[in-house]
T-cell receptor, first 110, second 112 residues
Framework: AQRVTQPEKLLSVFKGAPVELKCNYS??????LFWYVQYSRQRLQLLLR??SRESIKGFTADLNKGETSFHLKKPFAQEEDSAMYYC????????????FGTGTRLKVLA | NAGVTQTPKFQVLKTGQSMTLQCAQD?????MYWYRQDPGMGLRLIYY???????DKGEVPNGYNVSRLNKREFSLRLESAAPSQTSVYFC???????????FGEGSRLTVL
C-alpha cells in the first residue's frame, strides 16, 4: 500500500540551528512529492514540490528515489519557521489522489 | 479572490444529529476534496471529486456523503453524527495538471 511516513511528531531546534524534517514514502511508481505547511492560525499551504526544485523560505527538499525519501532541510532555523509540516505524495502528475503523512510539528526555540 | 471557503468554522452536534459542511472555490478548479485532520493521524481523504458530476471515496468515507453541486461547490454531509467524527475538516481544490492543493480554513466539528 502507498504510504508516507514522517517519523517525528515533534521536532524542537534552537534558532540558527539546522533543521531536517524526515519524510519516507512507499510507492513503486514515480510519484510527485510535496511539502505543505500550516502556520498558526493560517491555512495549510504548499511550501515546495520536488518537480520545481526550488528553495522556498530557505527550505529545500531533494527526492531520493533510492532511499524513497523527501526530507525537508533548512541550514539555519528561524522562529517564524515554527509550524506543522506535512509531506504528501501524488502517485503521478495528473492524478487526483494525494496521500499525506501524519505531520511533524517544528518548534524553533529562541 | 477568496480561494476556498468553507462553512461553518465551528459546530457542536449531539450524537445522531445530521449536518452539512459547505465548501466553495472560485479558482475554476476541476478537482475538490474533503479531508479530516486528527492528532497523530495527519490528513485523511474522505471523498474527492475529480470533476463536476463525479465523486469517489477516499480512505475514510464511512459515515459521510458528498455532493458536487456544480463546479464551484462540494458539500460533505454527516447523516447521523458519531463521536468518532469529532475532527477538523478541510476542503481543498486543485487544478489537476498543476497539482497544488488549495485549502480552506477548516471546520472544527465536535460530536457529543
Amino acid at each position: 500500500a502507498q504510504r508516507v511516513t514522517q517519523p517525528e511528531k515533534l521536532l524542537s531546534v534552537f534558532k540558527g540551528a539546522p533543521v531536517e524534517l524526515k519524510c519516507n514514502y512507499s510507492y513503486s511508481g514515480s510519484p510527485e512529492l510535496f511539502w505543505y505547511v500550516q502556520y498558526s492560525r493560517q491555512r495549510l499551504q504548499l511550501l515546495l514540490r520536488h518537480i520545481s526544485r526550488e528553495s522556498i523560505k530557505g527550505f529545500t527538499a531533494d527526492l531520493n528515489k533510492g532511499e524513497t525519501s523527501f526530507h525537508l532541510k533548512k541550514p539555519f532555523a528561524q522562529e517564524e519557521d515554527s509550524a506543522m509540516y506535512y509531506c504528501a505524495l501524488r502517485k503521478a502528475p495528473g492524478t487526483y489522489k494525494y496521500i499525506f503523512g501524519t505531520g511533524t510539528r517544528l518548534k524553533v526555540l529562541a | 479572490n477568496a480561494g476556498v471557503t468553507q462553512t461553518p468554522k465551528f459546530q457542536v452536534l449531539k450524537t445522531g444529529q445530521s449536518m452539512t459542511l459547505q465548501c466553495a472555490q472560485d479558482m475554476n478548479h476541476n478537482s475538490m476534496y474533503w479531508y479530516r485532520q486528527d492528532p497523530g493521524m495527519g490528513l485523511r481523504l474522505i471523498y474527492y471529486s475529480a470533476s463536476e458530476g463525479t465523486t469517489d471515496k477516499g480512505e475514510v468515507p464511512n459515515g459521510y456523503n458528498v455532493s458536487r453541486l456544480n463546479k464551484r461547490e462540494f458539500s460533505l454531509r454527516l447523516e447521523s453524527a458519531a463521536p468518532s467524527q469529532t475532527s477538523v475538516y478541510f476542503c481543498a481544490s486543485s487544478d489537476r495538471e498543476n497539482g497544488e492543493l488549495f485549502f480552506g480554513e477548516g471546520s472544527r466539528l465536535t460530536v457529543l
